[in-house]
């Protein structure tokens, strides 16, 4: 015979200090979690990762960038770029040549079928990001946008 499951304890997403009584860090991070685990749902069938949509967009978005480059801006180490450079070069989304100056630096480009995925991957993020946004004024969404910058960009903020 199995013993009964003892009383769920801990608090649900939106309950206790998960909730509006938590710690703001904790609650940027538990919301950046679950939107992660939404994107890599959404995803999944173009076996495109979270963070092979950000290096296809920042690709797109900064051409002739370096792996190194890719790495800082979109918030990832650079053994980690390596592995998704790779892996999206090997899918044909990307190609990379080098620099016409200094020849030890690959620049990267995104190929036309890479420009393809991008389309497909942002369609599907855009479709998340609308029902983040769902019931905010236009307004709304640019204090919220306006916040999550400065948050990011606050270099006086001690540890």
């Known amino acids: 015979m199995r013993k009964p499951r003892p009383a769920r304890t801990s608090p649900e997403p939106g309950e206790g200090k998960r909730g509006q009584e938590g710690h703001l860090g ?6 950046g979690a679950a939107f992660r685990v939404r994107m890599e749902r959404a995803l999944s069938d173009l076996d495109v990762t979270p963070p092979q ?8 978005a900064y051409p002739e960038l370096s792996s190194a480059d890719l790495a800082r801006l979109s918030l990832l180490t650079p ?3 390596t ?20 020849g030890r630096i690959r620049q990267l480009e995104i190929t036309p079928a890479g420009k393809e995925l991008l389309a497909r991957c942002k369609r599907r993020v855009e479709a998340l ?10 307004a709304d969404e640019k204090a919220v946008r306006r916040w999550l910058v400065s948050v990011a960009t606050d270099n006086k903020a001690k540890a």
Not at 26 to 31: D, E, F, K, N, V
Not at 129 to 138: I, K, V
């Open 26 to 31: 904790y609650l940027l991070r538990q919301a």
């Open 129 to 138: 990001e609308a029902r983040l946004t769902a019931g905010l004024s236009p």
């Open 83 to 102: 592995v998704i450079v790779g892996n999206l070069k090997r899918s044909g989304a990307l190609v990379d040549r080098p620099h016409p100056v200094h």
């Open 79 to 81: 053994p980690t770029v």
């Open 53 to 60: 949509f950000a290096a296809l967009t920042m690709t797109a």
